[in-house]
């Protein structure tokens, strides 16, 4: 079975988020090494650090690993597998296709982007916290809020924040708006902004959470779901561009 990039980066981000939410990271850190069969000093060899150094992390010799050390451990887990056939990559997809029906997208930037760019790009309308635009975003996902509230559990939602919370969560098919700010408002992560499509009109208790979150919530003006896609698309693709110059 293939698998597509965009489960990959689903599999990818389910393990970041599972390593930076522990209470042991140290502990999980070992535990998907090992699940990936990967030796130390395979790891460490990818890594280009030392196996002391993989020792150190997963012993709790070394504090614990930010999210530029997760984000590069994952990657590598990954890398190793596609060179030893992607076994453990295809068992673990198996595992999030119910996930990945709600996720439409999922984009990591190489470079983080102003949200107040993102918000242009969308076409978006700020309804709360549009002074907090000026912060920095990693990434976006774009999820489908209607397939979300049918397959997404509590447990799962952590999987649409990949190996950050600094990103936008895109929401499609709202109808009012209120379902995924009550969503963000229980859970522990939060986005760095949230951006919803579909409603001429965003409920007043939507707007209330964005605001005692502190998250910018922004209503997408473009005139389709697709539309939207295809504009953040090619705007990621503008990004890789210009770092390859």
């Keep these: 079975m293939s698998v597509t990039q965009e489960t990959i980066d689903i599999v990818a981000g389910r393990i970041a988020g599972d390593i930076i939410l522990s209470n042991e990271p140290s502990k999980t850190l070992k535990k998907w090494r090992e699940i990936f069969n990967i030796t130390q000093t395979r790891l460490a060899e990818a890594l ?3 196996p002391s150094v993989i020792s150190d992390y997963e012993s709790g010799r070394r504090r614990s690993p930010g999210t530029t050390f997760v984000r590069r451990f994952v990657k590598n887990l990954i890398i190793i597998d596609k060179e030893e056939g992607s076994k453990t990559i295809r068992e673990l997809s198996r595992l999030v296709v119910s ?3 709600a ?4 984009v990591e930037f190489p470079v983080p982007i102003k949200g107040q760019i993102i918000c242009n790009i969308v076409q978006g309308l700020p309804l709360a916290c549009e002074e907090l635009l000026e912060r920095e975003v990693y990434g976006y996902t774009i999820v ?3 397939r979300a509230i049918r397959t997404l559990s509590g447990s799962d939602f952590f999987q649409i924040f990949g190996s950050t919370t600094e990103r936008a969560l895109i929401f499609t098919k709202v109808s009012l708006g209120r379902s995924p700010m009550v969503a963000i408002r229980v859970q522990t992560m939060k986005p760095r902004m949230v951006i919803l499509h579909g409603p001429k ?3 007043t208790l939507a707007i ?3 605001k005692s979150e502190q998250i910018p919530l922004i209503l997408s003006k473009m005139n389709s779901e697709e539309e939207l896609i295809i504009t953040l698309k090619n705007f990621y693709r503008s990004i890789i561009d210009k770092k390859k110059v």
């Design 144 to 146: 489908d809020s209607i």
């Design 48 to 50: 280009k650090v030392t």
């Design 201 to 203: 009109e965003v409920d």
């Design 103 to 106: 996720i439409v997208d999922f």
């Design 208 to 210: 209330e959470l964005a």
């Design 99 to 101: 996930t990945a029906d």
